[in-house]
Antibody
Framework: EVQLVESGGGLVQPGGSLRLSCAAS????????MHWVRQGSGKGLVWVSS????????NYADSVKGRFTISRDNAKNTVHLEMNSLRVDDSAIYYC??????????????WGQGALVTVSS | EIMLTQSPGTLSLSAGERATLSCRAS???????LAWYQQRPGQAPRLLIH???SRATGIPDRFSGSGSGTDFTLTISGLEPEDFAVYYC?????????FGQGTKLEIK
């Protein structure tokens, strides 16, 4: 069974940092694009960042560019999202999602259960 | 960036009825790379449809997708109690991966 499990969420003050991790299992992790998508409380889904299989391509939404860094460890089947200079409007549930098999333009499936990030003083 | 507009915002129907959800794009979606997701309260989204009309693995055949270019539709024939949820469309024809704002399907 394909599974994605996020960890690392929590409460952080504005300007602070947090690192989310996502442990993948049940598929050949190193061959897939991976993404992070977030959802503010009562709001819709917003794509945040993507990374390809060998880390040679990383993409970011304009709202997080320069503050967030996506990375992966194919030996440990994990993907990370390093979040710096956090703002109140970064508060959201962050979902780890599998993308395409060596393909950037693909649907998102499956989704992890999400990690809650709250930025507040 | 491609903008996606879903309508209606809320749809009130009864079990057994047919639901028709719309997703309109601000420009043509390449290769009809359009997906639909279902999100039940307190749960992560779940893929229903990809490529505008291909059902994902394990999705019941009462769910169907159609459309091309800029206009897409998700149809749910014979609503079951577990279908009342929020539905999102998403384009993956470019790397901005934009989502619509969602349609809430509620019990009438």
């Amino acid at each position: 069974e394909v599974q994605l499990v996020e960890s690392g969420g929590g409460l952080v003050q504005p300007g602070g940092s947090l690192r989310l991790s996502c442990a993948a299992s049940g598929f050949t992790f190193r061959t897939y694009w991976m993404h992070w998508v977030r959802q503010g409380s009562g709001k819709g889904l917003v794509w945040v960042s993507s990374i390809n299989s060998d880390e040679s391509t990383r993409n970011y939404a304009d709202s997080v560019k320069g503050r967030f860094t996506i990375s992966r460890d194919n030996a440990k089947n994990t993907v990370h999202l390093e979040m710096n200079s956090l703002r109140v409007d970064d508060s959201a549930i962050y979902y780890c999602v599998r993308g395409g098999w060596y393909e950037m333009l693909s649907w998102f499936d499956p989704w992890g259960q999400g990690a809650l990030v709250t930025v507040s003083s | 960036e491609i903008m996606l507009t879903q309508s209606p915002g809320t749809l009130s129907l009864s079990a057994g009825e047919r639901a028709t959800l719309s997703c309109r794009a601000s420009q043509t979606i390449r290769f009809n790379f359009l997906a639909w997701y279902q999100q039940r309260p307190g749960q992560a989204p779940r893929l229903l449809i990809h490529g505008a009309s291909s059902r994902a693995t394990g999705i019941p055949d009462r769910f169907s997708g159609s459309g091309s270019g800029t206009d897409f539709t998700l149809t749910i024939s014979g609503l079951e109690p577990e279908d009342f949820a929020v539905y999102y469309c998403q384009q993956y024809g470019d790397s901005s991966y934009t989502f619509g704002q969602g349609t809430k399907l509620e019990i009438k």
